[in-house]
């Protein structure tokens, strides 16, 4: 009879948490369950619990975790667009794809709708953290870092609005699905212009 292996407890609550994430993309937020994410990982409910306290605190930990891993690509896509390494498009599509493809859109509205706002915190500070650690990298003013909080917060919510209705919304109006995505390119694109050095002519 073959032994489980024994995880330590930091190496349970990724599992767990990655567990989480899939039935997140598979089939929603309403089925992260700690019954349904224990079956997955063939741990007890016992043992969630002591890692989460709750389903509401499995909820918060994996925004968190979704949070942080949408944070780093995010930022690695800006650092990588700014060194000539990518478009403003990847940002844009990296973005939308965190909280569409990756359930962070479909998670934060089951919070709101569930009543757990709180659960929204680590995406909320997470988000904050990011902006303030690229913002120093070409702001010169309080006025430069207010206008990249602005950015930000519109690239967000775009992505998050998009993400829970924003093709629906599209095609009643006519627009083509990534007409969101194409929007926020533009924003991005002359955001980026705008902070660029002017080129110097001999």
């Known amino acids: 009879m073959a032994t489980r292996k024994r995880l330590s407890p930091e190496e ?39 890692h989460f306290g709750s389903a509401s ?7 968190e975790h979704l949070a942080k891993t949408v944070c780093e690509t995010i930022k690695d896509a800006v650092q990588a667009s700014r060194a000539g390494l990518g478009s403003p498009r990847e940002v844009v599509d ?21 009543g757990n706002e709180d659960a929204l915190d680590p995406i909320i500070e997470t988000i904050h953290e990011l902006v303030d650690e690229i913002a120093p990298e ?18 967000v919510l775009l992505a998050l609005g998009d993400a829970l209705m924003g093709k629906a919304l599209a095609r009643a109006l006519n627009l083509p699905e990534s007409a969101a995505r194409d929007r926020a390119e533009k924003l991005l694109t002359a955001s980026m212009e705008a902070v660029s050095p002017p080129e110097c002519c001999d």
Do not use: C, Y
């Not at 605190?57 to 925004?63: H, S, V």
């Not at 990296?94 to 569930?114: H, N, R, S, V």
């Open 94 to 114: 990296l973005t939308f794809d965190a909280f569409d493809k990756e359930g962070a859109g479909a998670l934060a509205g089951w919070m709101l709708l569930t």
């Open 57 to 63: 605190g499995l909820q918060k930990a994996l925004a």
């Open 138 to 155: 070409e702001a010169e003013s309080h006025a430069d870092v207010m206008r990249i909080h602005e950015e930000t917060l519109t690239l």
């Open 12 to 50: 349970s609550r990724s599992s767990a948490l990655e567990a989480a994430r899939l039935l997140l993309i598979e089939t929603g937020p309403q089925s992260v369950t700690l019954k349904a994410v224990s079956a997955r990982v063939g741990r007890t409910h016992a043992n969630l619990l002591h």
